[in-house]
């Protein structure tokens, strides 16, 4: 029963190959400001806010990384303070003793292998410590070097009531989106899910009669 009405439901809105473009551009015209949300100046900022944020809000990320990026402005500053004085540092943003050992350790790296400067390759920025393809994509896309689409919770949900993925594992995934989204929407894409997953498309309570992508999503209850 549950099958037929998924497959009913995607028979309805027709393939996705179909529906991708019309998809974006709608989102595009309901979330013109769809941008990252972390505060940066540089790619070292860039690079440290992404570390921050994980399992955090973006807001507390910005918090805390107002007072630390007067502190700490090159790779060096972040190994020449003790272990705990980094640590208290960023501790509003949760499992801090984790985040410093990375951040210190992605900084070692940096410092060794890149000559102080924040690679843009992905292969590169996933041999730092802490740095998964998330963050490597964000990373790599905020600098205009996009390779690869990030996938965080809301564009893991988004994607499966699109019906985009069948997939639950975040690489998986990606490949599944890259194969579908033309490249020119790589970095932009990711934003659009995630501001259209924090507004409309909530986790436990998705607000489908006012979602703009209410005909083309077979995940829709109205
Ligand atoms: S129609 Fe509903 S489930 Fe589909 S994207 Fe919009 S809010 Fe999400």
Redesign the pocket.
């Known amino acids: 029963m549950a099958r037929s009405y998924v497959h009913e439901a995607r028979k309805r809105v027709g393939p996705k190959r179909a529906r991708i473009v019309p998809i974006i551009e709608r989102l595009v015209a309901a979330h013109p400001d769809a941008t990252i949300a972390l505060r940066f100046r540089d790619e070292l900022e860039l690079l440290v806010s992404v570390m921050l944020s994980a399992q955090t809000t973006d807001v507390t990320v910005n918090r805390v990384t107002q007072r630390l990026f007067r502190k700490y402005r090159t790779p060096e500053d972040y190994l020449a303070v003790p272990e705990t004085e980094l640590e208290a540092d960023i501790r509003p943003t949760g499992t801090f003793r984790q985040k410093t050992r990375n951040v210190r350790g992605a900084m070692r790296v940096l410092i060794e292998e890149f000559d102080g400067r924040v690679p843009t390759r992905l292969d590169d920025l996933l041999r730092l410590p802490g740095v998964g393809r998330k963050t490597a994509n964000v990373v790599a896309a905020e600098r205009g070097a996009t390779q690869g689409i990030v996938v965080d919770t809301h564009v893991r949900r ?1 994607s499966q ?2 019906g985009f993925t069948r997939q639950e594992d975040p690489a998986k995934i990606e490949f599944d989106l890259q194969r579908l989204v033309p490249k020119a929407n790589w970095a932009r894409f990711p934003h659009l899910l995630i501001w259209h997953g924090r507004r ?2 909530i986790a436990r309570r ?3 009669e006012r ?1 703009v ?2 005909d083309l ?1 077979p ?3 109205v």
């Open positions: 988004l009531r699109l409309v498309c998705p607000l489908c979602c992508l209410n999503c995940a829709s209850r």
